[in-house]
């Protein structure tokens, strides 16, 4: 990749890794790999469905209270949880990983393991990225290193759809002054989520008269079949990958029955990083949609096929500037450990800070397909280590080190 960091950030960088402290910190994380790999396999065995958070949440709060790093921890009343590092200054970062999971309760059996992946729901997605963030903390306790800005250690909930990031809108709130937000979502430290995708997820509602399988065939439209028409002309559109633009259609359903239904549900979700090309997709599943009804209609010649469109969820997006500080600091320390990173868009609370001007990074993502959001998920152990390494060389460019350097945020 052809970036060029600020001499400024470089040398920065360069200090803390001289540090012994430092290099201690490092080289405890890959020998207690072990550890946190049980330790994320501890919390994936505990479900924690978007809304149903508390159990992880309690959890997660009892790891950062036994840290010995993180004070004043707290469980609010939309089980987000907070606590803090303080520094020696009143500045303050935010440092967080999403505790919900996509899956409903009674998904996750076990963890299956075979050499050096893991099997499981949600392994990676987001146990692991908990996982991490704890690791970084207790390197950050073994270095013996005071920050100099605060940094508030938060679990937030919601982040999965339909939550589209609810407890991070939250934890912004209650804290407006943070300089700069990290979130942890995954395992890897290559990928640099630079932009935040706009997404929406909108769900339509056919209305027909219905009527018997047999009976009714021929006599009325079928709600179904202008769902399915209106998803056949989704599938024929070319999509623009400059900016990178997606959709899927990802729920289909009709009330219980052998009938004709009266009514019937889809649901698609839509992303794109650039915002003009996001409302222009909305337009178009619109048209999809409406073509779909009238072709249904045409079809039988009875009655009229019509539809309600409502708004599940939506996610904002945006774009940083690439020499943003926090964007150089992830990218050296991915660089100081032997990754190659990239700027990728990403879907993650990061996108939230983005929309609200603070600066972001998503620690996290990399290359290769984790199968996330599947019950197929999995996770590669092979140097899991570098993960947390990564976080940790990112929080103390972040947030400095008091008498050896100050912030990467600070002019």
């Known amino acids: 990749m052809d970036y060029q960091v600020s001499e400024k950030n470089r040398k920065l960088m360069e200090t803390l890794l001289a540090l012994p402290s430092v290099q201690k910190a490092l080289d405890f994380l890959e020998t207690e790999q072990d550890r946190s790999i049980e330790e994320q396999i501890e919390i994936c065995l505990i479900e924690s469905p978007t809304f149903y958070e508390q159990s992880r949440a309690e959890h997660y709060a009892e790891k950062l209270r036994e840290s010995g790093l993180v004070q004043d921890v707290a469980i609010d009343e939309k089980y987000n949880v907070t606590g803090k590092v303080t520094g020696t200054t009143d500045e303050g970062i935010l440092l967080e990983a999403h505790l919900d999971t996509v899956f409903p309760f009674g998904t996750v059996k076990e963890v299956r393991r075979e050499g050096d992946t893991l099997y499981a729901p949600g392994i990676y997605d987001n146990a692991r990225g908990i996982a991490v963030l704890l690791a970084a903390l207790r390197a950050l306790k073994h270095a013996g290193l005071t920050l100099k800005k605060n940094v508030i250690v938060a679990g937030s909930t919601r982040e999965e759809f339909p939550g589209c990031g609810g407890g991070m809108r939250e934890l912004l709130d209650r804290f407006p002054n943070v300089k700069a937000a990290i979130s942890v979502d995954g395992g890897f430290i290559n990928g640099i989520n630079l932009s935040g995708k706009f997404s929406a997820t909108v769900e339509y509602t056919f209305w027909g008269v219905g009527g018997h399988a047999s009976n009714s065939f021929g006599k009325c439209a079928n709600p179904l079949g202008a769902a399915c028409r ?14 990178l633009t997606t959709f899927a259609a990802v729920q289909l359903r009709t009330p219980d029955g052998s009938g004709i239904p009266s009514s019937c549900v889809l649901r698609v979700n839509y992303t794109s990083v650039g915002k003009a090309a996001f409302e222009e997709m909305g337009q178009v599943i619109d048209r999809c949609v409406t073509e779909g009804c009238d072709k249904e209609t045409a079809r039988w010649g009875q009655d009229t096929i019509r539809f309600e469109k409502q708004i599940i969820g939506c996610l904002p997006g945006g774009v940083q500037d690439p020499h943003t500080p926090l964007i150089e600091a992830h990218f050296l320390a991915s660089e100081a450990l032997g990754a190659s990173p990239f700027f990728r868009a990403g879907s ?27 019950v197929h998920e999995l996770f590669c152990i092979e140097e899991a280590f570098r993960c947390p390494q990564g976080l940790f060389l990112l929080l103390l460019m972040a947030a400095g080190v008091d008498g050896v350097t100050p912030s990467c945020l600070d002019d």
């Open 230 to 243: 209106a998803v056949a002309a989704l599938n024929d559109i070319t999509l623009p990958t400059d900016p």
């Open 348 to 374: 993650s609370n990061g996108n939230i800070s983005i929309e609200r001007g603070i600066p972001a990074t998503t620690v996290g993502s990399g290359t290769g397909n984790r199968k996330a959001h599947s």
